[in-house]
């Protein structure tokens, strides 16, 4: 039984997060969504949001599992038993970075290795943080995220909106 882990912020998940999900579900026994919780990065969602929201775009994926880990990845995925970690090259651009913290983890912990898997063409250009830059400022998401997500993303950009006022 092979058990992987995704790894990542998802602050929010978007179509490509959810691609990589879907496809990574397919080749793998088991597939844990690991969810970041680390305030340090002043996320938008809290970590409990950031799951509850992943688990309902995934509700119909029977093998995957939505959890968060705070601390080091690779001391979650070694509790976890998970033998890789799967992450999303989106352009060349990711590359470096993807290859420091994959060979570092490596390093921490040679039994568990990473794959990628290449971001579908159609979501190349996208990532959390644009999603967040145009909802911030009004404009729409249903291209970028599920619809329910989009909902979440206007009502908590709403809320803020309320608190400043
Ligand atoms: O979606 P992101 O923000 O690109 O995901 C980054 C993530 C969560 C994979 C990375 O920050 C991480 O693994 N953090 C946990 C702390 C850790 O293990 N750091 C060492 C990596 S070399």
Request: proline letters at 4%.
């Amino acid at each position: 039984m092979k058990t992987a882990i995704y790894p990542g912020s998802f602050d929010p998940v978007t179509f490509g997060h959810l691609d990589i999900i879907e496809r990574a579900s397919q080749v793998m026994d088991h597939l844990i969504v690991g969810v970041l919780n680390n305030n340090a990065k002043s996320p938008l969602f809290s970590v409990e949001e950031r799951v509850k929201m992943l688990r309902e775009v995934t509700a119909h994926l029977p093998n995957v599992e939505v959890q968060s880990f705070g601390g080091l990845l690779v001391d979650f995925a070694v509790q976890s038993n998970a033998d890789v970690i799967v992450r999303g090259l989106r352009a060349i651009t990711d590359f470096e970075y993807e290859l420091q913290m994959s060979q570092t983890n490596r390093k921490i912990a040679p039994d568990v290795d990473t794959i990628f898997f290449t971001t579908n063409l159609k979501y190349a250009y996208l990532s959390s943080s644009i999603v967040k830059e145009v909802a911030m400022y009004g404009g729409s998401i249903d291209e970028f995220v599920p619809p329910v997500i989009a909902g979440y993303v206007r009502q908590k950009f709403e809320q803020k909106r309320e608190l400043i006022k």
